[in-house]
């Protein structure tokens, strides 16, 4: 028997909103021979009512870590990484793989969207880096466990070991799958493509660092930290055609409530001068027959699920497949929404099913500064786009902008106020007057709200902004503040500051190299806060400029 402890490093909630997390559980566990058991950090118990405990559980069987062989993460935000070296401490594992002891410790496997981003955070501390998608490659990992004789318990005296090395050195050949330096050592074996391109030279960089586009140094360090941070062999699967992408539990202790996640399609065909996924990842649509087999299985768990797409409305039959859950009487609810591909069946659908709130991303509050970005819309689009929704009956509208863009002026956060109390007044005026059999008067109707979350933009390697001049920290402090003031005088919505400090400790993470991973070990030593990682990777870099 495969037997693996699946980690989520967030919270069970966090976890199971993740559909790349079910998407592994389910790979693992319909396998013959495999079994998967999860673990969360802070919660331990699938009601959410047992109070954190450690050493961890699995929430499955209530096992320890000790019990498992293989322990997989699955790593879909940069925070996380935090997660994952805490979770380790708190589970007494050794944290670098070069010291964890090759028979008794397990071996640690780390994939997710983030190491396509940058893996070099954790690449001290993995034994195994799965880049890409798993399709195929977790079925992989698993037979070749099995073939190497991981599976026949642990006996002594250096077999498990030489079982262990085996496994490694059968799946370095696989597409995607890269076996750490720290590994090779650990088990004294030698693999193909040994990481070449790892060549770091310092820690993270500092605040300034990312703003300096102009000088030729900067550039060139910026330059070979992507070569540096991206995948070998990232393993994309080429087409996406079975049924295997949904929830396989479902659970009312999520983010999204009690739905079954559906993915519909994965990258995305636009590209957004500033995102990862549009410039990255390749875009593949999942044909109708087979989103209609997943929706159809995922009924014998519930009646209502989640379409979930970079863009859904992009799929090329996102009108036969909301008119097929129309048809079924599904509630339907969509990730996120692309405003311009947004159809009035999209839109019946979402209010059919009883929704009430609808996100879409606008990114910039002037037509100007989206342009920029690669967004054609117009103010006139949003407002409008709003209106309708409400005229549907939808009464919570979120509006997702971002703060601290290349070419960002202080006008541009003006025009986020002005956009979003635009859209209130426009939603106010359409809410439908009919209730029941009577006109109701505009003051005792429904009342609308507005949701403004701004997240601070972060340049991403591989995207035409990797590299472009943003704003400084007092600059986009100054216009959170004032964004902030603004909004704050508005009726009727609703402001989500961002924490800056949490922001900065993600772009460090996406641009920083191995020696990062001290620091991140020395945070979740003391408090585990961004602030705190934030404070360690600028001393550092002040402490390597001091000594050159
Ligand atoms: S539409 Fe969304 S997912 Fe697609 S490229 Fe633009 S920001 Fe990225």
């Known amino acids: 028997m495969c037997q693996i402890a699946l980690v989520y490093p967030n ?62 993460f699955s790593i879909s935000y940069e925070l ?36 396509l981003v940058n893996r070099l955070p954790i690449y001290d501390l993995a034994d195994v880096l799965v880049v890409g998608d798993g399709e195929g490659t977790v079925a992989q990992i698993v037979a070749q466990w099995v073939a190497s004789g991981g599976d026949r318990g642990r006996p002594r005296g250096g077999a498990a070991g030489c079982a262990r090395a085996r496994f490694l050195q059968a799946i370095s050949a696989l597409e995607g799958v890269e076996v750490t330096e720290g590994a090779c050592r650990r088990f004294k074996i030698a693999v193909n493509d040994q990481p070449l391109a790892l060549r770091t030279q310092h820690s993270g960089l500092s605040t300034q660092d990312s703003t300096v586009s102009g000088q030729p140094s900067a550039i060139q360090n910026l330059k070979s930290k992507i070569q540096n941070s991206q995948p070998l062999h990232p393993h994309f699967a080429p087409c996406l055609e079975r049924a295997d992408a949904y929830s396989m539990i479902v659970t009312p202790h999520t983010e999204l409530g009690a739905r079954c ?14 995102c990862f996924i549009g410039h990255c990842l390749p875009y593949r649509a999942r044909p109708f027959d087979a989103v209609r087999e997943m929706i159809e ?29 129309r048809s079924e009487g599904l509630e339907i609810s969509f990730s996120s929404l692309r405003l311009e591909d947004v159809t009035p069946a999209m839109l019946d659908l979402l209010a059919a099913g009883g929704q009430q709130s609808v996100t879409v991303a606008p990114e910039a509050g002037s037509e100007t500064l ?17 209106a309708d929704a409400v005229a549907r009956g939808l009464t919570d509208l979120r509006l997702y902008f971002m703060v601290g863009l290349p070419g960002e002026e202080d006008e541009d956060i003006e025009a986020i106020a002005r956009l979003a109390g635009a859209v209130r007044q426009a939603a106010m005026a359409a809410r439908p007057s009919r209730r029941g059999t009577g006109i109701l008067p505009v003051e005792r109707r429904r009342p609308v709200h507005v949701t403004v979350t701004v997240a601070v933009f972060i340049p ?12 400084t920290p007092a600059q986009i402090k100054n216009r959170l503040k004032r964004l902030h003031a603004q909004l704050g005088r508005m009726e009727g919505i609703t402001f989500r500051l961002p924490s800056f400090a949490e922001a900065e400790a993600q772009r460090i993470l996406t641009w920083a190299d191995r020696d990062v991973l001290s620091a991140l070990i020395e945070t979740a030593r003391e408090s585990g806060s961004s ?7 600028s001393k550092s870099t002040d402490e390597s400029k001091s000594k050159t």
């Open 80 to 115: 996380d990484y935090l997660g994952v070296v805490r979770f380790l401490m708190e589970n007494r594992v050794t944290l670098r793989a070069a010291e964890r002891d090759p028979e008794v410790e397990p071996i640690l496997i780390a994939g997710g969207v983030c190491l």
């Open 531 to 537: 602030r705190r990682f934030v404070g360690r990777t």
């Open 261 to 274: 996640l559906v993915e519909i399609a994965r990258g995305c065909p636009y590209r957004c001068r500033f």
């Open 11 to 72: 919270t069970y909630a966090v976890g199971m909103s993740s559909l790349g997390f079910q998407m592994v559980y389910r790979w693992i566990n319909e396998q013959p021979g495999a079994l998967a058991e999860r673990f969360f950090c802070e919660e331990v118990a699938e009601a959410g009512h047992a109070p954190p405990r450690f050493p961890a559980l699995s929430v499955e069987n209530q096992r320890p870590l000790e019990q498992f062989d293989l322990v997989a």
């Open 297 to 325: 299985r995922g009924r014998r768990l519930t009646p209502r699920f989640g379409l979930i797409a970079p863009a859904v409305g992009s799929h090329p039959d996102i009108e036969r497949i909301c008119e097929w859950c």
């Open 370 to 386: 989206r342009r920029a970005l690669g967004k054609r819309l117009s103010d006139e689009q949003v407002i409008q786009f709003a």
């Open 460 to 471: 991403k390697p591989g995207t035409p902004f990797a590299k472009a001049e943003r704003p």
